[in-house]
């Protein structure tokens, strides 16, 4: 089994990779998780009509910052034109991969033709994958759901399509669009889609650990996973995997290690995003790195624990109470 994946002409040095997630995945969490191992790390979605009007929130997702791993942007829109105008600013920016999302449910942004909508319009779909590949010479990708509901499970025809234009890999979300984030992600449905393409098929959905992982790859027969919840409060997790996957023992970080590794992320946040934001920003993943903390084995008092370090507002009580638990 091979080791690592080949996206256009990028090579990723695993096959385990970070999914764009909107709220989690800003440049703070990409550096740590690269910083631990992780190949591939995909920003937030970019909006690109309000990347180009300059929306702050906008233009800090699509922040690349400095860290050792690949840079992916994730865009996001209906407007070919503003698609080409965020892929040539992503290559412009550092970026290795641009990808485009075809796959957010939500209703806000199926209801303006974007995200899952275009898995219903393939002639839209088309056109901002043609704009796109045109305007960038890094490799473009595609993110999809199987389809917009069981009726209609055309990832198969989609990812063809996308072959067809230019689009260097798809990842596919084992749901459809009507499932939101219900149900069980069907796996051994993208072995459709990796029967119908040639380029590299990734799959992704419900992979929280190795066995999970394993039987990911298995049933789809893809050439690479893609994580997306389960990296809350475990941003090692992608390296952690591709460990598992190579046949190599790997343990998750733990005690003073995590410790060191959680007020890293907290005060790279605050640099980032400056004290207030910063740490609101930094709450979620604090709430998380407890939720999943090893310290005990008790999740009620890990609860009361995350209770009260999210009320604290200030970093240096925060890090003390953390070192009380992890060290
Ligand atoms: C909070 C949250 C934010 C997400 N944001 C994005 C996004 O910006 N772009 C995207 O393509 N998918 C997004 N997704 C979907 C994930 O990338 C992934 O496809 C989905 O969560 C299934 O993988 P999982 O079961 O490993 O979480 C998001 C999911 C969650 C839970």
Request: a neutral charge; one cysteine or more; charged letters at 25%.
């Amino acid at each position: 089994m091979a080791q690592s994946l080949k996206i256009g002409d990028v090579e990723i040095a695993g096959r385990a990779l970070i999914a764009p997630m909107t709220g989690v995945s800003d440049l703070p969490f990409r550096r740590m998780a690269s910083k631990l191992g992780a190949a591939y790390a995909a920003t937030e979605m970019v909006a690109c009509a309000e990347l180009e009007r300059g929306r702050p929130d906008v233009v800090r997702k699509f922040a690349l910052g400095e860290h050792a791993g690949l840079k992916i942007v994730q865009l996001i829109g209906k407007d070919p034109d503003f698609i080409a105008r965020g892929a040539a600013l992503a290559e412009a920016s550092g970026a290795h991969i641009v990808d485009l999302n075809f796959g957010c449910p939500a209703k806000e942004v199926t209801g303006v033709l974007c995200g899952s909508a275009l898995m219903r319009d393939f002639d839209a779909a088309s056109r901002l994958m043609e704009a796109a590949v045109s305007a960038t010479s890094r490799p473009v990708t595609v993110k999809m759901r199987m389809g917009w509901d069981d009726g209609s499970r055309n990832a198969p025809e989609l990812a063809r399509c996308a072959e067809a234009i230019g689009i260097k890999a798809v990842t596919v979300h084992g749901r459809t669009r009507q499932q939101f984030y219900k149900g069980k992600a069907d796996w051994a449905f993208v072995r459709q889609v990796k029967a119908a393409v040639s380029i590299p098929v990734i799959v992704n959905g419900d992979i929280t650990d190795g066995q999970r992982a394993r039987e990911a790859l298995g049933q789809s027969g893809a050439d690479g996973l893609m994580i997306g919840r389960g990296v809350y409060g475990r941003p090692w997790l992608a390296a952690h995997l591709d460990s598992h996957l190579r046949g190599v023992e790997s343990r998750e970080p733990s005690g003073h290690a995590r410790y060191e590794l959680i007020v890293e992320h907290l005060q790279d946040s605050l640099s980032f995003y400056g004290r207030e934001l910063g740490l609101k920003m930094f709450k979620k993943h604090l709430g998380w790195y407890i939720e999943a903390g090893d310290y005990c084995d008790d999740p009620v008092a890990r609860r009361q624990d995350k209770a009260r370090l999210c009320r604290l507002d200030d970093d240096t009580h925060i890090e003390r109470e953390l070192n009380a638990l992890f060290c």
